[in-house]
């Protein structure tokens, strides 16, 4: 019995809880949205719009950062479970004109913007789920508890990323913006379900630390708003559980579809080479290379998959390449006619190479030649054969033109320039011609 009081008394909220009539100015002045409040929103939309439309996930989590949407939706939360009717008014009324400010905001975003692609972070925000309905009660919940301690602690920044308001508001915006219904529909769904969910954690844990009541209703009156309560609570969840058991489903035929394919990536001499699965036509495409597979083979891959709870799946197998013994021949044929293009498309992009180079190589000998013999103003390079009598076998041969200002260089500085071309060209085959202006 110690050991469960002691629980209890580790667990007990009511002795860090704030004085009341300070939470209740906390909550009041977060509620309101003008001046400082309505323009962090609106730079929050703007640079969570700018984060979905470039896909970068820290600028989404800055922008929940900054985010002030959280304020009225504790105030509904708050002010229901007091009855407190006039701050639920206006905190509904707070509430509907940042949605709309952040709707148009946002829509305004994604219509100016050049780039309209639907990168991951936009598509994670359009199929709500059960998780998601998890994820907003009990981040509301940290979020409620947060304000009523006196140890505020940095819970609030944690809550606004972990709900994620802000994003799905500006997936819907895009989903608006270009005529995407798909998108603004499940955005803004997901964003129902963090709005509801976080008010009712700020409603309960209000009522639990016994807040008090504003406005002495009765019982029929409590009664009326409880219903209220629970038919907003039914809409928003039942969608959420159709989502999440088909992505249960989903999650569990792609397990079931990657230890089948683990089980059959060798089959009958032939090898996997790729697979891909559709959960919602239950269809597995499976690419083989090998033995050519046979009807019967098809069968009996059919009768394995029933094995991993794969009974009403549809198998589409094809053949990438067949090695039989009576085609070995013929492929390493072609195996080797690849290997013989390959090497000449290679020595292709080199020899492309080289060519493109060579005319850049007059243009780095006279940079260097000219910080040792400033008197070079001019630098030709060419590469030429040379042809002697009798008959012997060609000598490519690097030729350089140089010209100099005020007359000829000495007979030493010539040697000198010669030795250090045939070092800097790396070849003893250098012809120069030194010509003056």
């Known amino acids: 019995m110690s050991v469960f009081k002691q629980l209890l008394h580790y667990l007990n909220l009511e002795s860090e809880v704030e004085d009341f009539e300070k939470i209740h100015q906390t909550i009041e002045k977060d509620i309101i949205f003008k001046g400082t409040n309505l323009w962090i929103l609106i730079f929050a939309i703007i640079v ?12 989404i989590i800055g922008a929940m950062l900054i985010s002030p949407l959280m304020g009225p939706i504790n105030g509904i939360g708050y002010s229901i479970a007091t009855y407190n009717f006039p701050l639920f008014r206006t905190a509904l009324k707070n509430f509907g004109f940042a949605v709309a400010a952040g709707l148009t905001a946002s829509t ?12 991951s972070e936009l598509l994670a925000r359009t199929s709500p789920t059960i998780y998601d309905v998890l994820i907003a009660l ?29 994003p799905p508001l500006c997936t819907a915006g895009y989903g608006l913006a270009t005529a995407q219904f798909q998108f603004f529909f499940g955005a803004f769904y997901l964003f129902t379900i963090n709005t509801v969910f976080i008010a009712i954690a700020a409603m309960v844990v ?16 409590k009664k009326k ?93 094809r053949q990438g ?61 060419a590469e030429t054969y040379l042809y002697t009598m009798p008959a012997s076998e060609q000598i490519r041969v690097g030729q350089v033109v140089l010209t100099f200002k005020n007359g000829d260089p000495k007979q030493e500085d010539r040697e000198r320039i010669i030795t250090w071309l045939k070092r800097r060209l790396n070849t003893e085959t250098v012809k120069v011609l030194f010509e003056t202006e």
């Open 138 to 166: 009990f981040g509301g919940l940290a979020g409620i508890v947060a304000i009523s301690s006196k140890q505020k602690g940095n819970v609030i920044p944690g809550v606004a990323i972990a709900t994620a308001l802000m």
């Open 225 to 317: 708003v409880n219903q209220w309560i629970s038919v907003v609570i039914v809409i928003t969840i039942l969608p959420s559980i159709y989502f999440g058991y088909g992505l249960v489903q989903k999650e569990r035929f792609n397990d079931n579809v990657a230890r089948f394919t683990r089980n059959v990536s060798v089959f009958e001499g032939s090898y996997l080479l790729r697979y891909e699965s559709n959960p919602s036509t239950r269809e597995i495409m499976m690419v083989y290379g090998g033995n050519t597979l046979t009807e019967d083979h098809k069968l009996l891959l059919e009768e394995k998959a029933r094995d991993f709870s794969l009974d009403k799946v549809t198998l589409n197998i």
């Open 48 to 59: 969570a719009s700018v984060g979905l439309n470039m896909n970068s996930t820290a600028v």
């Open 108 to 119: 305004g975003y994604f219509a100016l913007s050049p780039v309209s692609t639907a990168h």
């Open 206 to 221: 209000s009522q639990l630390l016994k807040f008090p009541i504003i406005t002495l209703a009765g019982e029929a009156h």
């Open 321 to 381: 390449f067949s090695l039989n013994e009576s085609e070995n021949s013929e492929v390493n044929n072609l195996k080797l006619e690849i290997s013989r293009l390959n090497m000449q498309l290679a020595d292709s992009e080199r020899k492309k190479d080289s060519l493109e180079r060579k005319p850049l190589i007059g243009e780095a000998l006279l940079t260097e030649l000219n910080a040792i013999f400033p008197e070079v103003v001019s630098c030709s390079y």
